[in-house]
């Protein structure tokens, strides 16, 4: 069964700072991964996701992630933290195409001005 | 894009009846839909996988005779929690995929509030 470890549950950083959020995952088969985004009291919305391919995805708002089969880690980047990039993320895995993803505990990130 | 809406976005419900969620898929046929269920500041738990026209496949410990899953057509799916009681309020997202993509679809989640 896959499950995913999100390293840190709560990340404050700096307007303008790198942003480092860790992801790391189990799966018995070849993942695909995910992140989303979530604003209070609102739904997901997908940043990025690996399926095949290039292990180095780059997603909206300025965000990537790297897919690393050695170290089963799929860590979401972005160099300039903004305000607006303040809320809850969510790392997630699945089997593959058409599959339940199964989502990490979540991390809130912080930006200070 | 593709578009998953859930109706009711927020709902408030008495201890003992029974509410239903909808989950629509508007422009795809959603071959298989998820059901999710979110606490206060928590992550997202799967409740159960419904494929149109089968019977839903439930999560270990979710009561499948309280969360009544139904997936009727490919554009509809629904949740319906009976003898709702205030520990059941919770956020409730459905997501939706179609064949073998690898793109699944959130609706924007209900809210259902038991007083």
């Known amino acids: 069964a896959q499950s995913v470890t999100q390293l840190g549950s709560h990340v404050s950083v700096s307007e303008g700072a790198l942003v480092l959020l860790r992801c790391n995952y189990s799966s018995s088969v070849p993942p695909y991964l995910f992140w989303y985004v979530q604003y209070p009291n609102q739904g997901l919305q997908l940043l990025l996701k690996y399926t095949t391919g290039a292990t180095l995805v780059k997603g909206i708002n300025g965000f990537e992630a790297e897919f690393k089969k050695s170290e089963t880690s799929f860590h979401l980047t972005k160099p300039s933290a903004h305000m607006s990039d303040a809320a809850e993320y969510f790392c997630?895995?699945?089997?593959?195409?058409?599959?339940?993803?199964?989502f990490g505990k979540g991390t809130t990130l912080s930006v200070s001005s | 894009g593709a578009v998953v809406s859930q109706h009711p976005s927020r709902v408030i419900c008495k201890s003992g009846t029974s509410v239903k969620i909808e989950c629509r898929s508007l422009?795809?046929?959603?071959?298989?839909m998820f059901w999710y269920r979110q606490f206060p500041k928590k992550s997202l738990m799967l409740m159960a996988t419904?494929?149109?026209?089968?019977?839903?496949?439930?999560e270990q410990g979710v009561e499948k005779d309280k969360f009544l899953i139904n997936h009727a057509s490919l554009t509809l799916s629904t949740l319906t929690v009976t003898s709702a009681h205030p520990e059941d309020s919770s956020f409730y997202i459905c997501s939706a995929t179609y064949g073998k993509g690898d793109t699944i679809y959130f609706g924007e989640g209900s809210w259902l509030t038991v007083v």
């Open positions: 997630a895995v699945s089997d593959g195409a058409g599959t339940a993803l199964i």
């Open positions: 422009d795809f046929q959603a071959t298989t």
């Open positions: 419904s494929n149109e026209g089968s019977k839903a496949t439930y």
